[in-house]
């Protein structure tokens, strides 16, 4: 990955880019751990942790030049960071101006005689287009997911409560291959289900209610991301009504999901089924995004998007309705854009589940 960051440097006019970003100096790195920095320049790669993390980073990125910033002179980041940049002669740094703090960047400003450039989503950009073995980290994570929710179905049941089917949940992920790594995930039930990202309760599943899993795990650091439903008893006629909507929402999407397609499009294309219908006011529009190493991974799908999709984009498709005080209905799908059309890394069915 380093690679596709020197050419980027080379474009921009910069000989030095502290990434402090630690998804970014995943991305680059592949190092795995904590409180890390890279000072990546023409000649050296230079990996900057402590004492805890040596022994890592050493194993993890035989390619770099690894330091113990706060063993090094000057005792801190930005000491280390000043020295580098004189040792190499470094002229102008680019660096993360959405993650670096202000403390941090007037320590260097103040210390590094190099002219210091603001960078804004750089790696990031070059993280939209998946390689083939990000995406079969990716394809594992989802894999996982769905295993793990087949496992799930017989502890849905009324009395139980939401912390502890999450709890459940990610426990059947690690134990289906998932990394340890804590995410969180939703799980919500009965009217709470209209809360778009909310947290699991107390409250106990009781008969007639929705359940709602929003949920993912990471495989080698990549992630999944998908959301079913259930419901615990028999359907109402309004909850048929509005998980039918919500299944053509997700159907006319997917029709959609092609490269060379304007994100703003699928949006569109997403409401076609409500549009003229109560339930309209009740949709949210930020209908997807990308993922990868994180879960919420630019670009993002809605009515304003303008970008378009291209072939080895990992993406998530979620239109919804969402009724305060009566409940909201979501189906998240996994997609990998492919040459002529789309591969769904969700094998899980679109159907609604009766328990």
Not at 42 to 62: H, I, W
Not at 298 to 308: C, D, I, Q, R
Request: charged share 25%; aromatic share 10%.
């Amino acid at each position: 990955m380093v690679e596709k960051l020197l050419e980027y440097m080379k474009e921009e006019e910069l000989d030095g880019f502290f990434i402090s970003s630690g998804i970014n100096v995943r991305y680059i790195s592949h190092y795995t751990g904590d409180d890390s920095y890279l000072l990546i320049t023409a000649g050296v790669n230079y990996f900057l942790t402590d004492s805890r993390y040596m022994e890592q980073a050493q194993k993890e990125c035989p390619g770099y030049q690894v330091i113990d910033w706060r063993a090094a002179p000057g005792k801190s980041l930005g000491s280390t960071l000043k020295n580098l940049a004189e040792k190499e002669g470094l002229k102008r740094i680019g660096f993360e101006a959405e993650d670096v703090s202000y403390q941090l960047f007037s320590t260097l400003k103040d210390g590094i005689k190099a002219e210091l450039a603001a960078t804004f989503g750089a790696v990031e950009q070059m993280r939209i287009i998946k390689t083939p073995e990000e995406i079969q980290y990716l394809r594992n994570a989802c894999a996982i997911s769905c295993r793990a929710f087949d496992r799930l179905l017989p502890d849905i049941r009324p009395g139980v409560t939401e912390k502890e089917l999450a709890a459940r949940l990610s426990l059947y992920m690690v134990m289906e291959g998932a990394d340890t790594m804590p995410y969180g995930n939703i799980l919500i039930s009965g009217a709470r289900t209209s809360l778009l990202h909310g947290i699991p309760s107390s409250k106990a599943i009781e008969y007639g209610d929705f359940v709602l899993m929003d949920f993912g795990c990471q495989y080698k650091g990549y992630l999944s991301d998908m959301t079913r439903m259930v419901i615990v008893g028999k359907t109402s006629d309004k909850q048929r009504e509005v998980y039918r909507l919500e299944q053509r929402m997700l159907e006319d999407s997917l029709a959609m999901m092609n490269a060379g397609v304007c994100l703003r499009d699928i949006y569109e294309a997403s409401v076609r089924a409500i549009r003229d219908t109560e339930y309209f006011q009740y949709h949210y529009s930020g209908i997807g995004h990308g993922i990868g190493l994180f879960v919420h991974e630019p670009p993002f799908m809605g009515p304003a998007s303008k970008e378009v999709l291209k072939a080895g984009n990992v993406r998530t498709i979620e239109p919804g309705i969402y009724i305060p005080d009566w409940g909201g209905v979501r189906i998240e799908d996994q997609i990998l854009i492919t040459e002529d059309g789309y591969e769904n890394m969700i094998s899980t069915t679109h159907e609604l589940i009766e328990l």
